[in-house]
T-cell receptor, first 114, second 115 residues
């Protein structure tokens, strides 16, 4: 049973436009969420995170939105650049004693076309 | 070094053989994690070390898998009697563990292929 779901395996956008990557979770104990970017043959690279006490976190071109009632988060990239082309993983961790264990979605392949 | 390093980057072995995968965490990071990523999946948790001890090994799939971190820095993931289903990318991550929430930084992974 997947606790973190990324329902879009792939997304293609034009350079300069907005990319929106979505993630849903089922475990109500999750309270910290992260996005990682992964290039082929490399490990995941941390991008941005958000705690459940917030509904938005922004870092340059990247913004993460959290809707706790819907158990949904999204990553917005604007403007998108060809170098953003990669697999994006959504991850979540719980509170208390198990807050070290990240649960990942299957990833979304983003392609930004020049 | 600046980031998490893992060796070897690729490992090809035959079914039934023993393999060791090494992880060098970021200097000063007390927490170390192993994950496994199969094709088309996201990384899955295997084991977590805080210092020298394995605080949680609940993700290890069976007793063929074992990991150590004897001096609280470098860790080795050991797989006995490898099976074809063990083929995957094995990722190591480290973090500071200095707060309630934290960021895990990943290495490039070891790609294991069991023939």
């Amino acid at each position: 049973d997947q606790q973190v779901k990324q329902n879009s395996p792939s997304l293609s956008v034009q350079e300069g436009r907005i990319s929106i990557l979505n993630c849903d979770y089922t475990n109500s104990m999750f309270d910290y969420f992260l996005w990682y970017k992964k290039y082929p043959a490399e490990g995941p690279t941390f991008l941005i995170s958000i705690s459940s006490i917030k509904d938005k976190n922004e870092d340059g071109r990247f913004t993460v939105f959290l809707n706790k009632s819907a158990k949904h988060l999204s990553l917005h990239i604007v403007p998108s650049q060809p170098g953003d082309s990669a697999v994006y993983f959504c991850a979540a961790s719980g509170s208390g004693g198990s807050n070290y264990k990240l649960t990942f979605g299957k990833g979304t392949l983003l392609t930004v076309n020049p | 070094g600046a980031g998490v390093s893992q060796t070897p980057s690729n490992k090809v072995t035959e079914k039934g053989k023993y393999v060791e995968l090494r992880c060098d965490p970021i200097s000063g990071h007390t927490a170390l994690y192993w994950y496994r990523q199969s094709l088309g999946q996201g990384p899955e948790f295997l084991i977590y070390f805080q210092g020298t001890g394995a605080a949680d090994d609940s993700g290890l799939p069976n007793d063929r898998f074992f990991a150590v971190r004897p001096e609280g820095s470098v860790s080795t993931l050991k797989i006995q009697r490898t099976e074809r289903g063990d083929s995957a990318v094995y990722l190591c991550a480290s973090s500071r563990r200095d707060g309630l929430t934290e960021t895990q930084y990943f290495g490039p992974g070891t790609r294991l292929l069991v023939l």
